[in-house]
């Protein structure tokens, strides 16, 4: 095993030499991303400087004011603050459940197609239907939830109390990410070579000692893989599950920044600030990414 | 299954092959559900009735999607002849002169016989600019009104052919339910903003904004924390103290269905063509019906409530010969047979007199107790400046804003007057926002 | 299995079991909310057994009556929603993980920028993008196809990220041995990498099945022709009533049909996730 730091990107020590095969390798993604994602978002970034009616027919360019306005507004900034709960929560909520139920999986023999599928299955629920799945289970009239927690002495009421919000959202935004992270977990799990496990038991190492030097690092490109979307997911995402559960309530209580940019932007068409808003947007997972790059991947084993 | 199949492909050729000569329309519209099904079948009906033109109806989502879709469609020279959009989409449609082509003006271009003296002055009017020009054809309208539970109301022992007329009547009658314990909590009501704030205006004679609401221009400022809506307010927070009044949530209030349903509220306040539904999901008590409360001591109440739903836009930069076939479109879509069918099946305001006659006469109302409610509602008088309808640029934002201030309220973190100076503070931002974009 | 310690299996059982139940009460939510009649479920503390009325809301539902609020045939709905889901999960994959191969076994200028390039995709979802993204889209004339469907959504920086990861993780004596044995970049990657990374694009496949199966807005949006319409948008536009109640019973019915093919996937798949593929020493 052997594990490299590099401060650059990771790459192999021996690689094919070849002057024009790799660029056609990349030909076919790089045109897709070019013509269907950068051209888009160079057209969001343009629009963020101007100020213009939603039918495009006056424009003014107006520089950096929406940014400016943006930064001025109390509202933008308890949103930076409401994001920063949100994902943190929903990411580690996701991740380490995930991790969980893939280890356990992994115990098992017989069983384990039928926990793959009833566990993987949720994540094909259509999306029209789950938020008012949520809803049914949270309502505080005919919800199950609320009358369970009722009888524990909880009056819970996610409409008014920002609490019971941030919990709903943060729990129907784990859901759906938990059947993604668990089985890329398996797969991570299952190329781990059971020859190596075998030899650690040999020689004495108990479950837990064996997860932490055997199985965790071995599993490290997979676990940074998914931090890396779980967070990108937690900031991107998310907004079509808490338009279905509290709409960003309540009192902005859940408005996360994605949530803003769809709001004011598809729903309120307000796309001068919208745009500038994804610019702000992007650029801090960029910054959140080359981050992770940069200090979390060093502890990667590959 | 094979069967069915096979003549949906015959009756696709079929239209495939007589299309040829007709000009199509299109038509992008919100409605899902069983109000989209007979969207389709009014089409069809209008399609088989001549063979000039071919409407053809597309479901593109809510009502913002089906905005949005329609924005990005005319950026990109894609847009369809007629979209749907709803109220609050008003303010936004209009202030795009070089986008739309009034109906008004559309009518007169194709020599469309066309009375505006015909439609319903409380319908139209939320949708016609300061001269009386009809801007864009009201389809899907309805107003709020008070439904309640008979049953409730007969074992507190209240009278259960007598709904509450005044706001002192909400609060004695609830106390009374909760009482006798005939049910948990006295009321409920969805849209907040739509119901306890613009329709509480207008019903009160209390106007939202200056400059007619906002029909007189861009510049306009909201007014909404006159001293009427205060105490509403103030009423409102503190009957949620006291357990007389639930919250239903924001936007729609979707919680507050299933309160009334669940006989846990006795009185629900919601849009008049909820009815349907009302009855169909009320399956262990009777439904009485009212029009909104009012407080008898301001001045001007009740005068007429105001709208909701949606209007059909029509878009410029199309062929001539798709005009034609609009025109002759709407005629056929404002005649008293179609308007008084789709007016009783989805619940929806008639547009014209003559759709209301018509059901008159077939005995629709009598038939139907509580479905004519709404029409007297917004006639009650000649709409006021005040009750005509409004107009701000990004409503929607507007709208959230309402439901976050109402929020703190509740939550006690603001008082009635705090709420609402915030929200009018807020919202006015929002409106010079969309002045600055549009002006 | 390393060794036998009853209580780490039945720990291991238990912890399943709790996940699924969790994980999955709202998919079981919405059968019994297939199986109630419309009023069930919004008049009352929800139903937690299924209810009485299942053969008719699936019989009607199949039949395509359903007071008919759809106006094409759920058969036409599914087979348009397998054609996107299929092509946007294979689309995703071939390209991503020829990307991911020249980043990883090639150098050349530019490779970071580029690496960085296709990330940057994930972080802006089409909603947001709608307006240009639409455009592009109408200015190509794909409006009303398939391609107009599934190409748009077919760059992926996830699957390439993936790639990428497993690609590190195979050691470099594979390539080492196989570069003695005389095998060029398409043997190798042929007969090496891609059996070496079969867990993960089953995996991926299942996700991005599912991802390009759950669309609606886009699929709404570049489409007027009815022919095109997928199943996803045909629930959305059941459920998407205003002013009154949905018929919760039919949608419902309709969700759990719709998420047959996306776990016959995961399913099939699975076939795939066999133990100890990767066998040499690390």
Same mark, same amino acid.
């Given at each position: 095993?052997?594990?490299?730091?590099?401060?650059?990107?990771?790459?192999?020590?021996?690689?094919?030499?070849?002057?024009?095969?790799?660029?056609?390798?990349?030909?076919?993604?790089?045109?897709?991303?070019?013509?269907?994602?950068?051209?888009?978002?160079?057209?969001?970034?343009? #629009?963020?400087?101007?100020?213009?009616?939603?039918? =495009?027919?006056? @424009?003014?360019?107006?520089?950096?004011?929406?940014?400016?306005?943006?930064?001025?507004?109390?509202?933008?900034?308890?949103?930076?603050?409401?994001?920063?709960?949100?994902?943190?929560?929903?990411?580690?909520?996701?991740?380490?459940?995930?991790?969980?139920?893939?280890?356990?999986?992994?115990?098992?023999?017989?069983?384990?197609?039928?926990?793959?599928?009833?566990?993987?299955?949720?994540?094909?629920?259509?999306?029209?239907?789950? =938020?008012?799945?949520?809803?049914?289970?949270?309502?505080?009239?005919? =919800?199950?939830?609320?009358?369970?927690?009722?009888?524990?002495?909880?009056?819970?009421?996610?409409?008014?109390?920002?609490?019971?919000?941030?919990?709903?959202?943060?729990?129907?935004?784990?859901?759906?990410?938990?059947?993604?992270?668990?089985?890329?977990?398996?797969?991570?799990?299952?190329?781990?070579?059971?020859?190596?496990?075998?030899?650690?038991?040999?020689?004495?190492? =108990?479950?837990?000692?064996?997860?932490?030097?055997? @199985?965790?690092?071995?599993?490290?490109?997979?676990?940074?893989?998914?931090?890396?979307?779980?967070?990108?997911? @937690?900031?991107?995402?998310?907004?079509?599950?808490?338009?279905?559960?509290?709409?960003?309530?309540?009192? #902005?209580?859940?408005?996360?920044?994605?949530?803003?940019?769809?709001?004011?932007?598809?729903?309120?068409?307000?796309?001068?600030?919208?745009?500038?808003?994804?610019?702000?947007?992007?650029?801090?997972?960029?910054?959140?990414?080359?981050?992770?790059?940069?200090?979390?991947?060093?502890?990667?084993?590959? | 299954?094979?069967?069915?199949?096979?003549?949906?492909?015959?009756?696709?050729?079929?239209?495939?092959?007589?299309?040829?000569?007709?000009?199509?329309?299109?038509? $992008?519209?919100?409605?899902?559900?069983?109000?989209?099904?007979?969207?389709?079948?009014?089409?069809?009906?209008?399609?088989?009735?001549?063979?000039?033109?071919?409407?053809?109806?597309?479901?593109?989502?809510?009502?913002?999607?089906?905005?949005?879709?329609?924005?990005?469609?005319?950026?990109?020279? %894609?847009?369809?002849?007629?979209?749907?959009?709803?109220?609050?989409?008003?303010?936004?449609?209009?202030?795009?002169?070089?986008?739309?082509?009034?109906?008004?003006?559309?009518?007169?271009?194709?020599?469309?016989?066309?009375?505006?003296?015909?439609?319903?002055?409380?319908?139209?009017?939320?949708?016609?600019?300061?001269?009386?020009?009809?801007?864009?054809?009201?389809?899907?309208?309805?107003?709020?009104?008070?439904?309640?539970?008979?049953?409730?109301?007969?074992?507190?022992?209240?009278?259960? %052919?007598?709904?509450?007329?005044?706001?002192?009547?909400?609060?004695? +009658?609830?106390?009374?339910?909760?009482?006798?314990?005939?049910?948990?909590?006295?009321?409920?009501?969805? $849209?907040?903003?739509?119901?306890?704030?613009?329709?509480?205006?207008?019903?009160?004679?209390?106007?939202?904004?200056?400059? %007619?609401?906002?029909?007189?221009?861009?510049?306009?400022?909201?007014?909404?924390?006159?001293?009427?809506?205060?105490?509403? $307010?103030?009423?409102?927070?503190? $009957?949620?103290?006291?357990?007389?009044?639930?919250?239903?949530?924001?936007?729609?209030?979707?919680?507050?269905?299933?309160?009334?349903?669940?006989?846990?509220?006795?009185?629900?306040?919601?849009?008049?063509?909820?009815?349907?539904?009302?009855?169909?999901?009320?399956?262990?008590?009777?439904?009485?019906?009212?029009?909104?409360?009012?407080?008898?001591?301001?001045?001007?109440?009740?005068?007429?409530?105001?709208?909701?739903?949606?209007?059909?836009?029509?878009?410029?930069?199309?062929?001539?010969?798709?005009?034609?076939?609009?025109?002759? +479109?709407?005629?056929?879509?404002?005649?008293?047979?179609?308007?008084?069918?789709?007016?009783?099946?989805?619940?929806?305001?008639?547009?014209?007199?003559?759709?209301?006659?018509?059901?008159?006469?077939?005995?629709?109302?009598?038939?139907?107790?509580?479905?004519?409610?709404?029409?007297?509602?917004?006639?009650?008088?000649?709409?006021?400046?005040?009750?005509?309808?409004?107009?701000?640029?990004?409503?929607?934002?507007?709208?959230?804003?309402?439901?976050?201030?109402?929020?703190?309220?509740?939550?006690?973190?603001?008082?009635?007057?705090?709420?609402?100076?915030?929200?009018?503070?807020?919202?006015?931002?929002?409106?010079?926002?969309?002045?600055?974009?549009?002006? | 299995?390393?060794?036998?310690?009853?209580?780490?299996?039945?720990?291991?059982?238990?912890?399943?079991?709790?996940?699924?139940?969790?994980?999955?009460?709202?998919?079981?939510?919405?059968?019994?909310?297939?199986?109630?009649?419309?009023?069930?479920?919004?008049?009352?503390?929800?139903?937690?057994?299924?209810?009485?009325?299942?053969?008719?809301?699936?019989?009607?539902?199949?039949?395509?009556?359903?007071?008919?609020?759809?106006?094409?045939?759920?058969?036409?709905?599914? !087979?348009?929603?397998?054609?996107?889901?299929?092509?946007?999960?294979?689309?995703?994959?071939?390209?991503?993980?020829?990307?991911?191969?020249?980043?990883?076994?090639?150098?050349?200028?530019?490779?970071?920028?580029?690496?960085?390039?296709?990330?940057?995709?994930?972080?802006?979802?089409?909603?947001?993008?709608?307006?240009?993204?639409?455009?592009?889209?109408?200015?190509?004339?794909?409006?009303?196809?398939?391609?107009?469907?599934?190409?748009?959504?077919?760059?992926?920086?996830?699957?390439?990220?993936?790639?990428?990861?497993?690609?590190?993780?195979?050691?470099?004596?594979?390539?080492?041995?196989?570069?003695?044995?005389?095998?060029?970049?398409?043997?190798?990657?042929?007969?090496?990498?891609?059996?070496?990374?079969?867990?993960?694009?089953?995996?991926?496949?299942?996700?991005?099945?599912?991802?390009?199966?759950?669309?609606?807005?886009?699929?709404?949006?570049?489409?007027?022709?009815?022919?095109?319409?997928?199943?996803?948008?045909?629930?959305?536009?059941?459920?998407?009533?205003?002013?009154?109640?949905?018929?919760?019973?039919?949608?419902?019915?309709?969700?759990?049909?719709?998420?047959?093919?996306?776990?016959?996937?995961?399913?099939?798949?699975?076939?795939?996730?066999?133990?100890?593929?990767?066998?040499?020493? !690390?």
């Amino acid at each position: 095993m052997r594990a490299f730091a590099t401060n650059k990107m990771q790459t192999k020590r021996t690689i094919f030499r070849n002057r024009w095969l790799p660029y056609l390798l990349l030909a076919p993604q790089l045109a897709v991303t070019l013509v269907f994602f950068l051209w888009p978002a160079g057209q969001a970034v343009w #629009q963020s400087f101007l100020r213009e009616d939603a039918f =495009g027919l006056k @424009t003014t360019f107006v520089g950096l004011a929406n940014y400016t306005r943006l930064f001025d507004s109390p509202e933008y900034l308890n949103a930076l603050r409401v994001t920063l709960v949100f994902s943190v929560s929903t990411a580690a909520l996701a991740l380490l459940s995930a991790l969980l139920l893939a280890l356990a999986l992994d115990r098992t023999i017989r069983t384990t197609r039928l926990y793959t599928t009833l566990l993987v299955w949720p994540y094909a629920v259509a999306p029209a239907v789950a =938020g008012v799945l949520w809803w049914f289970m949270f309502n505080p009239t005919i =919800g199950i939830l609320p009358y369970l927690l009722e009888g524990l002495g909880y009056d819970w009421n996610h409409a008014l109390n920002k609490g019971d919000a941030m919990a709903l959202v943060i729990i129907a935004a784990s859901w759906k990410q938990i059947s993604y992270n668990f089985l890329f977990f398996v797969a991570g799990l299952q190329s781990i070579p059971a020859s190596l496990r075998e030899a650690a038991a040999i020689d004495g190492a =108990g479950p837990v000692k064996r997860f932490f030097t055997i @199985t965790l690092p071995l599993l490290s490109p997979t676990t940074f893989f998914l931090l890396v979307v779980t967070v990108v997911y @937690t900031m991107f995402d998310t907004f079509p599950v808490i338009d279905a559960t509290t709409g960003g309530g309540p009192a #902005q209580g859940t408005t996360i920044l994605v949530y803003k940019v769809y709001d004011d932007g598809f729903i309120g068409l307000n796309l001068g600030s919208s745009a500038a808003q994804s610019v702000i947007l992007m650029g801090i997972v960029i910054v959140l990414t080359v981050i992770q790059f940069r200090y979390v991947e060093r502890r990667v084993t590959y | 299954m094979i069967k069915t199949l096979s003549t949906s492909v015959l009756a696709l050729c079929a239209t495939l092959g007589a299309a040829q000569a007709q000009t199509d329309i299109n038509w $992008w519209h919100a409605m899902g559900g069983e109000l989209g099904a007979k969207l389709d079948e009014i089409v069809a009906a209008y399609n088989a009735s001549q063979s000039d033109y071919r409407v053809i109806p597309t479901y593109k989502g809510s009502y913002a999607e089906t905005m949005t879709a329609a924005i990005a469609a005319f950026r990109a020279g %894609e847009q369809p002849d007629i979209v749907q959009v709803f109220e609050v989409g008003t303010g936004t449609m209009m202030a795009a002169k070089g986008a739309v082509y009034p109906v008004y003006q559309l009518m007169a271009d194709m020599g469309e016989d066309f009375d505006p003296e015909g439609f319903l002055p409380a319908v139209v009017g939320y949708y016609t600019d300061t001269d009386g020009n009809m801007l864009s054809m009201p389809f899907n309208s309805s107003t709020p009104i008070l439904y309640y539970n008979k049953d409730v109301f007969a074992k507190a022992g209240l009278d259960a %052919e007598t709904a509450p007329k005044t706001w002192g009547d909400v609060e004695a +009658f609830s106390r009374k339910i909760m009482e006798t314990g005939a049910a948990p909590c006295g009321f409920t009501t969805g $849209w907040i903003s739509w119901v306890q704030l613009e329709n509480f205006s207008a019903w009160h004679n209390q106007p939202i904004g200056t400059l %007619e609401n906002g029909f007189g221009g861009l510049d306009t400022e909201l007014t909404v924390n006159g001293p009427a809506q205060v105490k509403h $307010w103030e009423n409102l927070a503190k $009957w949620q103290k006291d357990g007389t009044f639930q919250y239903g949530g924001p936007g729609g209030g979707a919680d507050s269905a299933p309160k009334f349903y669940a006989q846990e509220c006795a009185m629900y306040m919601n849009s008049s063509a909820s009815r349907a539904g009302v009855i169909a999901n009320a399956k262990d008590f009777e439904v009485g019906y009212g029009m909104l409360p009012y407080y008898d001591d301001v001045e001007g109440a009740p005068q007429n409530s105001i709208i909701g739903g949606a209007t059909l836009w029509v878009l410029q930069g199309k062929p001539e010969e798709d005009y034609k076939g609009v025109a002759d +479109f709407f005629t056929y879509l404002s005649s008293a047979e179609v308007q008084a069918d789709w007016h009783q099946f989805s619940g929806y305001l008639p547009i014209t007199e003559a759709a209301y006659e018509l059901g008159k006469e077939q005995g629709y109302y009598e038939a139907n107790p509580g479905s004519d409610v709404a029409i007297k509602q917004i006639t009650l008088n000649a709409p006021t400046a005040n009750s005509k309808g409004l107009r701000f640029g990004n409503y929607v934002q507007i709208r959230a804003i309402i439901d976050e201030e109402f929020q703190r309220l509740l939550s006690g973190e603001v008082d009635a007057q705090g709420a609402l100076d915030s929200l009018v503070k807020r919202g006015n931002d929002m409106i010079r926002d969309f002045q600055g974009a549009n002006g | 299995m390393v060794e036998n310690q009853r209580w780490l299996d039945v720990l291991a059982h238990l912890t399943l079991i709790l996940g699924v139940a969790v994980v999955a009460l709202p998919v079981y939510l919405a059968f019994v909310a297939s199986t109630h009649d419309p009023s069930a479920f919004v008049s009352g503390l929800i139903p937690l057994l299924p209810g009485d009325a299942m053969g008719e809301t699936y019989a009607a539902v199949l039949e395509g009556g359903v007071k008919s609020q759809m106006s094409v045939p759920i058969l036409l709905m599914l !087979k348009n929603s397998l054609i996107v889901a299929l092509l946007i999960a294979f689309g995703k994959i071939v390209i991503s993980i020829l990307s991911a191969y020249a980043i990883v076994y090639f150098r050349f200028p530019f490779r970071q920028l580029a690496f960085w390039m296709i990330f940057i995709t994930l972080m802006l979802p089409v909603e947001v993008r709608i307006v240009p993204t639409f455009k592009v889209v109408a200015d190509l004339g794909l409006l009303n196809s398939y391609a107009g469907l599934s190409v748009p959504l077919i760059a992926s920086a996830t699957a390439t990220f993936l790639f990428r990861q497993v690609f590190l993780t195979i050691p470099d004596e594979l390539m080492e041995a196989a570069r003695i044995d005389g095998a060029g970049p398409f043997r190798f990657f042929r007969d090496v990498l891609l059996p070496l990374s079969r867990t993960n694009i089953a995996a991926l496949f299942v996700i991005l099945f599912i991802y390009g199966w759950n669309q609606y807005l886009w699929p709404i949006l570049v489409t007027t022709d009815e022919g095109f319409t997928t199943i996803v948008a045909g629930i959305k536009r059941m459920a998407d009533v205003v002013d009154s109640e949905p018929l919760w019973n039919y949608i419902m019915a309709t969700a759990v049909l719709a998420m047959m093919p996306p776990v016959l996937v995961v399913i099939a798949m699975q076939r795939l996730f066999v133990k100890g593929l990767v066998e040499t020493e !690390k």
